[in-house]
């Protein structure tokens, strides 16, 4: 068995891993293990030295990772440079702030003195999808490490080469052996990795079934989770929205990575009074996406990363519209090579239809119209998901409200969903639990530990 990188823009392979077998596997983590203790009582300060040099290897060796994940899952080149340096600053963000979010917390009790203090539990193992090779990946590993924690990557297995180049990353700035290892294993084999006892936590960003079965497994053996899952982020514009703003910030949200983001606008939730403006400006918009090799800087909409998940959406879309949805623009496969999807946009979408209630992970956008603004949120609380939203109208005050009474992890007011170090992220509902970044982030991995003293 083996693993296949392979460029989504001509089909062509670009290079082929053997997977490992259970000795390789066995070695690598005891090579971890044996790396835990001492790195757990490295002084933070090095800890925190060796990610600012990783920061800046990011930043030295931008084009050269970004090309790697161009060529392997084919995000736009530009979008690839900009998820390298994203990757920069969380690792410049955990030197310079995680000595502050790991200090002490002293609380008055009875005690003389007593206090809570954070301590790493042991080995991450990081279970991490191919959207965003690099990103997802560091915004993990960046707080876990300077925590004080080791980390092993399962990476998916259509990115082999961004996982090697990550772990080399790490390698290359000086980070002892054994902190930071990339498993070449299969699916099948990340059971016997989450029950064996070197492993201490598991973080994953994936579907709802993966997230549902590393959740089961790791619950058999009392290891914590945090579960980053799928999302269906509404877009909520209302009456008194600044609609070119709206638009110009839908399409960006909607079409970044060729839609292939959990926190990209899916559901345009968009109130009678203003939709056919809002849909016929998007249209325009949408139209005048360029689709091309995503290494030709002028190319603006990316192919998807593999063939089989642009037949899927395509299936989802086609029975959408079977069920009564209107296509407005694109809604089919691009022709020629590679795995393009046209930018596309579904209106009228009421439940029913798949696309009302199932995420459609690509370049397709679905326009659900709401009556005023309680319908809105009523249609947008109403999915299964819960990972962000975003809420369009002039008056702040009304999008503040609004966006208290969304039920997600994540509301922005006029502006696009993002993930940003400073701010804790993560779902509620199907889209998961626990949170990235920030300190609610970094203490996710950490032992909050009381200590009294009489």
């Known amino acids: 068995m083996s693993f296949k990188s392979v460029n989504p823009a001509n089909g062509v392979t670009l290079q082929e891993f053997a997977v490992w077998n259970d000795a390789q596997l066995d070695a690598a983590l005891q090579e971890v293990a044996r790396a835990t203790p001492a790195w757990a009582t490295t002084p933070l300060e090095e800890r925190c030295r060796l990610m600012r040099k990783a920061a800046q290897y990011l930043r030295d060796h931008c084009d050269r990772l970004a090309r790697i994940i161009t060529l392997e899952m084919g995000k736009l080149i530009k979008e690839a440079r900009a998820e390298v340096e994203k990757c920069a600053v969380a690792c410049d963000f955990y030197a310079e702030h995680g000595p502050k979010f790991l200090e002490d917390e002293f609380i008055g009790s009875d005690a003389a003195k007593s206090y809570v203090a954070y301590q790493p539990l042991g080995t991450v193992l990081a279970v991490m999808p191919w959207n965003f090779p690099l990103w997802q990946v560091f915004r993990f590993a960046a707080p876990a490490l300077v925590a004080g924690n080791t980390g092993v990557l399962k990476h ?39 029950a064996d006892p070197r492993i201490h936590a598991v973080t994953l960003t994936g579907s709802e079934t993966a997230g549902r079965a590393v959740a089961a497994c790791a619950g058999n053996h009392l290891k914590k989770t945090v579960l980053e899952l799928g999302g269906s982020d509404a877009f909520i514009v209302l009456e008194d929205a600044d609609l070119e703003l709206a638009v110009k910030s839908a399409v960006a949200s909607r079409f970044l990575n060729a839609g292939q983001s959990c926190i990209a606008a899916k559901r345009f939730i968009v109130v009678d009074a203003v939709a056919d403006v809002f849909v016929a400006q998007f249209k325009a918009a949408v139209e005048r996406l360029v689709p091309g090799d995503p290494l030709d800087e002028a190319a603006t909409l990316a192919p998807m990363a593999r063939p089989d998940l642009r037949d899927e959406l395509h299936q989802q879309v086609t029975d959408s519209i079977r069920q009564g949805a209107v296509s407005v623009t694109g809604c089919a496969h691009h022709a020629g090579p590679g795995a393009y999807y046209q930018a596309s946009i579904l209106d009228h979408v009421t439940a029913g239809q798949r696309a009302f209630g199932e995420e459609l992970f690509g370049p397709v956008a679905i326009v659900i119209r709401a009556r005023d603004e309680e319908h809105a949120l009523r249609l947008a609380n109403g999915s299964r998901f819960g990972l962000g939203g975003s809420v369009w109208t002039r008056n702040s005050q009304r999008g503040e409200a609004l966006a208290r009474r969304v039920e997600v992890g994540a509301c922005f007011v006029n502006g696009m969903v993002k993930s940003d170090p400073r701010l804790p992220f993560g779902g509620i509902k199907a889209s998961g639990y626990g949170r990235e970044l920030s300190h609610h982030g970094m203490r996710e991995f950490l032992n909050a530990k009381t200590v009294w003293i009489g």
């Open 156 to 194: 998916a297995s259509n990115v082999p080469q961004c996982a090697l180049a990550i772990e080399q990353v790490f390698h290359a700035c000086g980070f002892p052996q054994g902190v930071f290892r990339a498993l070449m294993i299969s699916s099948s084999q990340v059971e016997q990795v989450i």
